[in-house]
């Protein structure tokens, strides 16, 4: 899979609904060399993540062709900038930040908790 992804300059993502759409990042992880266009839907997960793909509008056909075209049409500088941006945002944003950011917001609701209810139990202070 990896050799296909590497070998493919443009990768399209079209989902229809929102979910992880890892082949988005899989792509973008594939091209080391800095070169790829990325076209994602507007409604996939990840098109929030990776804001330098063409995002589109799978619905909107028209657009959704010109958009391709253009993908294929890039400019290299504008292709390795965007793709730079988005080996970047993968790289950053692994699975270890991604535990991380779980765990931490997972300690923070447990103190939250912890202070809401020391505070149910003793009675809230009030203005005196």
């Known amino acids: 899979m990896y050799a296909f992804l590497r070998l493919a300059p443009l990768c399209i993502v ?5 979910g992880m759409n890892l082949v988005a990042k899989e792509y973008v992880a ?3 060399d800095g070169d790829g266009v990325l076209i994602l839907s ?3 997960g990840a098109a929030r993540e ?5 995002i589109v509008n799978p619905y909107d056909t028209e657009r959704f062709a010109e958009t391709i075209r253009y993908g ?3 400019e290299e500088s504008e292709r390795r900038a965007r793709m730079g941006r988005l ?3 993968v790289e950053e944003n692994n699975i270890y930040r991604w535990a991380a950011n779980i765990l931490g ?3 923070e609701t447990r103190a939250q908790t912890s202070d809401e209810s020391a505070l149910t139990r003793t009675g809230s202070p009030g203005p005196r």
């Open 14 to 18: 079209s989902s229809l609904h929102d």
């Open 30 to 32: 594939a091209q080391q």
């Open 42 to 44: 507007e409604f996939a």
């Open 50 to 54: 990776l804001a330098d793909a063409l």
């Open 72 to 74: 294929v049409e890039m």
């Open 87 to 89: 080996l970047r945002q």
């Open 105 to 107: 917001e997972l300690a």
